[in-house]
């Protein structure tokens, strides 16, 4: 449905975007993430049609869109890291003037309007001028201000970005009802765990290269094999620290404020010996378990962030 | 048929006639027109001489308002158009405009016909001030439309200096003064340069510029050309015709009327190419 094809983006000698590929099925939702500054917003952009690739190919349903803009504002619907607002419009106005902007028929305006709005859940807000709206009407206002001309393709910078977490909620169901209806959706955003939760697919970019791309599972699997645990102790947290430093299987030794976490290769011995360590030298041991690895992990463990850039 | 109206202009209509600017403007604008009439009539009145009918009033009011309209709309024009295109961008809806299937110069065109929409608007409301001079007799409705149309020519080469400067710089702020930068220069400056050029010209070489040099540099100039349609419907050759056959032998006869038809080629071509460059400017995919 939607395929990148070594995309790359250059600005003087600088490269923005470094021989991108990836591809994203119909009716998947796909995970955009990365560090600030490593392409993210620059490849969106291309998308949307609105830069131009250095080189490379972006395809929708065949066709190649850097080729034909016409093709990008019919199959592209692009909602991006703001909402763009006039003053002195209603929220109906808004939505009708982006139907006329997307030569929509006005006999046909009326129901795309009411429908999206049911859908995002502004119905009873048609009424109500836009910059009067709080930031999550807003977000959702502007969703559904890029499915006025129906898209394939669902380009979404950040959408849930500064919502607050029932925005955030709420932002995510309609998207999940958006996935049902067979839309594609490519969605960038930081907050990571939302995120495992809704993609079918995640990509993780650095310095304008796809690092790694699949599922959360494969991705996690992919970054590492170790296994993560989480201790809690009530006393001789130094001494725990010191102790687990000190194990050959050990790595990655975390001091959080309540906890301490730890990467560990081996079985269940080797485990079992750790613990038994701990107990041995008076560290009073409260929990001691392992914590489910998550995308934040993988993104940390794979990303080098500003450092990377900067390099 | 299906009228279609350009979004662009539907929407900026609709959001500039809601704003209290609007009727401001208007009020304002109607109130230093009227003003400036009430003031001409009150000077002639403390005069005795002139206290009684006069039919020289009628051309007087109609060349003092005519200039004062076209002066006014030369100061407003820019305050509207200059923002058009980097207040879209500051307010990061540019991209989303651009996002939909309207074209960059849909975009230009909505932009510069809600702007002119609003100076038609202007003109159209100094019609009742403009209608004093038919009392006295001397100027016919026609002559006041043709000044009108000019002014509208006018206004479109003010627009369109407004939005191609707001194209070319993000800031609303930099393309304001600009703006208003190259206008001055384009009425200050044509004659303060010709004056300049002229004197030069006659210390080094002996001679003051021909005919056809002052025809091209003074045209351009927005109150030169109307200068010469308002020489031409009163029939009083004033400072345009005297400027141009000053220094110059081979006057044709029909040099009053070449000025405001340069000038309103030159508008008419220069509003073309600003607003094919403000399009081309604006258009995704150029980075």
């Known amino acids: 449905m939607l395929m990148i094809e070594n995309l790359v983006k250059k600005y003087g000698k600088f490269t923005a975007v470094n021989e991108l590929s990836f591809e994203i099925p119909k009716g998947h939702i796909f995970g955009f993430v990365g560090p600030n500054g490593v392409g993210k917003t620059t490849t969106i952009k291309i998308i949307a049609g609105l830069m131009k690739p250095t080189a490379g190919?972006?395809?929708?349903?065949?066709?190649?869109?850097?080729?034909?803009r016409r093709k990008v504002r019919e199959k592209v619907g692009y909602m991006p890291d703001f909402f763009g607002v006039y003053d002195n419009l209603k929220v109906d106005e808004y939505m009708d003037f982006?139907?006329?902007?997307?030569?929509?028929?006005?006999?046909?305006?009326?129901?795309?309007?009411?429908?999206?709005?049911?859908?995002?859940?502004?119905?009873?807000?048609?009424?109500?001028?836009?910059?009067?709206?709080?930031?999550?009407?807003?977000?959702?206002?502007?969703?559904?201000?890029?499915?006025?001309?129906?898209?394939?393709?669902?380009?979404?910078?950040?959408?849930?970005?500064g919502l607050d977490p029932r925005a955030r909620i709420e932002m995510k169901e309609i998207l999940k009802a958006l996935q049902s209806m067979g839309k594609t959706i490519l969605i960038s955003s930081h907050i990571l765990p939302e995120l495992s939760e809704l993609s079918t697919s995640i990509g993780i970019i650095e310095n304008g290269k796809m690092v790694v791309t699949g599922s959360v599972q494969d991705i996690m699997l992919q970054t590492s094999n170790k296994r993560l645990l989480k201790?809690?102790?009530?006393?001789?947290?130094?001494?725990?620290?010191?102790?687990?430093?000190?194990?050959?299987?050990?790595?990655?030794?975390?001091?959080?404020?309540?906890?301490?976490?730890f990467g560990i290769e081996g079985d269940g011995h080797t485990v079992s010996d750790i613990l038994t360590e701990l107990v041995k030298n008076n560290v009073k041991v409260i929990y001691f378990g392992e914590r489910q690895k998550n995308l934040e992990d993988a993104f940390m463990r794979i990303t080098k962030g500003e450092e990377a850039n900067e390099a | 048929m299906k009228l279609s109206v350009n979004p662009v202009l539907e929407k900026e209509a609709k959001i500039k006639m809601r704003s209290w600017r609007a009727p401001a403007l208007l009020s304002v604008y109607l109130l230093f027109l009227s003003g400036l009439v009430i003031l001409y009539f009150v000077s002639r009145n403390l005069d005795g001489y002139y206290s009684?009918?006069?039919?020289?009033?009628?051309?007087?009011?109609?060349?003092?308002?005519?200039?004062?309209?076209?002066?006014?709309?030369?100061?407003?024009?820019?305050?509207?158009?200059?923002?058009?295109?980097?207040?879209?961008?500051?307010?990061?809806?540019?991209?989303?405009?651009?996002?939909?299937?309207?074209?960059?110069?849909?975009v230009v065109i909505g932009k510069l016909t809600a702007s002119l929409s609003h100076v038609m608007l202007l003109i159209a409301a100094s019609i009742p001030v403009f209608s004093i001079v038919f009392l006295y007799g001397g100027i016919s409705p026609l002559d006041v439309i043709s000044v009108f149309l000019f002014q509208i020519v006018t206004a479109f080469l003010v627009g369109s200096i407004g939005i191609f400067f707001s194209s070319l710089f993000k800031r609303t702020a930099v393309a304001t003064i600009v703006t208003y930068t190259v206008l001055l220069m384009l009425v200050v400056g044509t004659i303060a340069g010709y004056v300049f050029y002229a004197v030069t010209r006659h210390r080094l070489l002996g001679w003051y510029p021909s005919f056809w040099e002052s025809l091209s540099i003074l045209s351009v100039n927005p109150f030169i050309g109307l200068g010469a349609l308002l020489e031409k419907q009163t029939g009083h050759f004033g400072f345009v015709s005297e400027m141009l056959r000053r220094h110059s032998t081979n006057v044709p006869h029909y040099i009053e009327d070449l000025p405001w038809m340069i000038n309103i080629g030159f508008n008419i071509v220069l509003s073309v190419v600003l607003l094919l460059l403000s399009a081309w400017l604006i258009k995704p995919g150029r980075r």
Not at chain 1, 128 to 147: I, W
Not at chain 2, 55 to 69: C, D, E, G, K
Request: aromatic fraction near 4%; hydrophobic fraction near 45%; charge should be negative.
């Open chain 1, 57 to 68: 190919r972006v395809l929708i349903e065949g066709d190649d869109i850097t080729k034909n």
């Open chain 1, 98 to 161: 982006y139907c006329a902007a997307n030569r929509i028929d006005v006999s046909g305006r009326k129901k795309i309007i009411a429908d999206l709005l049911e859908l995002v859940d502004l119905s009873q807000k048609r009424e109500s001028y836009v910059d009067s709206l709080s930031r999550g009407m807003k977000q959702r206002l502007c969703l559904a201000r890029s499915l006025v001309h129906d898209p394939a393709v669902l380009i979404l910078d950040e959408p849930a970005s």
């Open chain 1, 231 to 261: 201790i809690e102790v009530i006393d001789g947290v130094e001494t725990a620290i010191k102790i687990l430093k000190e194990q050959p299987a050990v790595s990655e030794v975390i001091r959080n404020i309540d906890n301490i976490e």
């Open chain 2, 52 to 106: 009684n009918f006069d039919p020289r009033t009628a051309l007087n009011i109609y060349t003092m308002l005519s200039f004062f309209q076209l002066g006014l709309l030369i100061f407003i024009i820019p305050g509207l158009t200059s923002a058009a295109i980097s207040g879209e961008r500051e307010r990061q809806t540019l991209d989303l405009l651009l996002c939909t299937r309207l074209s960059s110069w849909s």
